[in-house]
């Protein structure tokens, strides 16, 4: 029996190589030494994971590294940082959408150095009912209104200036701006804020454009009470840089309706004008309009630019921040959203092709070809026909022309760094804001705009019985 032990002991060492033996108290334990080939791959897999584990660690560092230094030089004051920041990236995109990223106020505008050397392009990119008082914008039925937006070689589109509607203007403010080709327009109404001068204008810029702010009768003897106004030779009214366009017979009850007029209109109003830039009366323009032109429309070759919206991309999110801050009728804001809900329009998601649905139309920079000239008239159809509240109505119209409507959505923070922003002289009030149903409304009709918006014309002829509007979240103390 002692014989097998040892015989067996031996054959475990012999196959082993080696053991050792150890003494424990009284007895004898058997410690097995590996062998160099079994330390060798023992060894090579404890290095391989510990490889595999530094190089993700290092990796994920990396990642971690350059997203950090991304969301740092797109919030970072110094141009040369901010320059680095791609705002058209995808991961741009994923992060603004997650709030990671929060955009500043104000950004530096990447425009060139000299206005004077600017060059103007020499080749364009394209030239291109019951009631008995007529309407401005005429009588548009539900079918004309949906033909409308499938473009054609030829068209027939409402828009605005219908004989008999309103917004008249004086024969020498008419003669004046058929020599304007590159417009700066503004608008005061209803005697809402005072005129505000432009500063950092070029010499050239003074030469190249016309600087017209269109006013309403209210405004225009506020403005006379208040501010110096000066008459030139031929009868013309001026404060300042700013020539004044007096418009009579306003076509609306709600002056911030017939403030759409100048401002989507603007080709209209001024038919011989190539390049225009809007600016609301309750800014003071800081930064060079050649600039802006070359910035925002010649350096990208677009024909339309607008601000992204500072909090909402969803046209439901800017309805609902509407109703909260008595913007305009809470029932008729709530009929004009689950029209474009029934009519497929989706809350907007980063699968858009677009930055955002909701514009800051405070700014526009337009080039009149015939595709632009054409949104801006759906676009004042909309508001013509549903609520004054013309950012709820930009992204359905983007949506109806399929992308057919290319523009630049420029940032927000840019958008800031164009104006010095003044307060009205007065908040603007209006009876129908304070409508809060349907039933109230149908109890007090007087409430109701008389010359525009939802309840003038037929009713819509689909079911919205059924329909419910998206969800929304408040995404901004401030919207």
């Known amino acids: 029996m002692e014989n097998d032990f040892v015989r067996s002991v031996s054959s475990r060492a012999t196959r082993r190589n080696q053991h050792q033996l150890t003494k424990d108290g009284g007895g004898l334990l058997y410690t097995e030494k590996p062998s160099p080939e079994y330390t060798m791959r023992l060894t090579w897999k404890r290095g391989f994971i510990r490889l595999i584990m530094t190089g993700g660690i290092i990796w994920m560092l990396i990642i971690l590294t350059v997203l950090f230094f991304h969301i740092w030089s797109c919030q970072s004051s110094v141009a040369f940082f901010s320059a680095l920041c791609n705002k058209d990236s995808k991961v741009y995109g994923m992060l603004s959408t997650m709030g990671i990223v929060t955009p500043p106020h104000r950004c530096p505008i990447p425009i060139a150095g000299d206005p004077n050397k600017i060059v103007i392009p020499k080749k364009r990119t394209a030239i291109n009912g019951k009631q008995s008082t007529p309407l401005f914008g005429g009588h548009q039925t539900w079918q004309q209104r949906d033909e409308s937006f499938k473009i054609k070689p030829t068209m027939e589109v409402h828009c605005g ?199 800051e139309g405070a700014i526009i920079v337009r080039e009149h070809t015939a595709l632009s000239n054409l949104a801006s008239c759906l676009w004042f159809n909309e508001v013509h026909q549903f609520t004054p509240r013309d950012q709820l109505s930009f992204g359905y119209v983007v949506y109806r022309l399929g992308g057919m409507f290319k523009f630049f959505m420029f940032p927000n923070c840019e958008y800031n760094s164009i104006f010095v922003l003044h307060p009205h002289i007065r908040e603007h009030s209006s009876k129908i804001e304070w409508a809060k149903s349907m039933e109230e409304l149908r109890k007090h009709p007087e409430l109701i705009e008389s010359k525009g918006g939802l309840g003038l014309w037929t009713p819509y002829p689909g079911d919205l019985g059924l329909v419910v509007l998206p969800p929304v979240a408040r995404t901004s103390k401030a919207g």
């Open 161 to 359: 200036f219908m004989k008999g509607g309103g917004e008249e203007m004086d024969p020498r403010d008419v003669e004046y701006v058929k020599k304007c080709k590159f417009v700066v327009a503004t608008g005061i109404f209803d005697a809402y804020d005072m005129p505000h001068q432009p500063s950092n204008i070029s010499k050239r810029s003074q030469t190249l454009f016309c600087f017209l702010m269109v006013v309403d009768e209210v405004s225009l003897e506020f403005i006379k009470n208040n501010a110096t106004v000066k008459v030139d030779s031929v009868g013309g009214e001026w404060v300042g840089i700013w020539r004044l366009i007096l418009l009579k017979n306003q076509p609306y009850d709600e002056p911030r309706r017939n403030g759409k007029v100048p401002k989507i209109l603007t080709h209209r109003l001024f038919p011989q004008a190539e390049y225009s830039i809007w600016i609301d009366g309750k800014m003071e323009l800081i930064v060079d309009p050649l600039l802006l032109l070359e910035r925002y429309l010649w350096r990208g070759k677009h024909t339309f630019a607008i601000a992204q919206h500072k909090h909402h991309r969803s046209i439901y999110e800017e309805a609902d921040s509407n109703k909260r801050r008595k913007r305009y009728a809470r029932p008729l804001i709530d009929l004009h959203m689950k029209i474009y809900r029934y009519e497929g329009m989706e809350p907007w998601n980063p699968q858009k092709s677009t930055w955002s649905d909701v514009p």
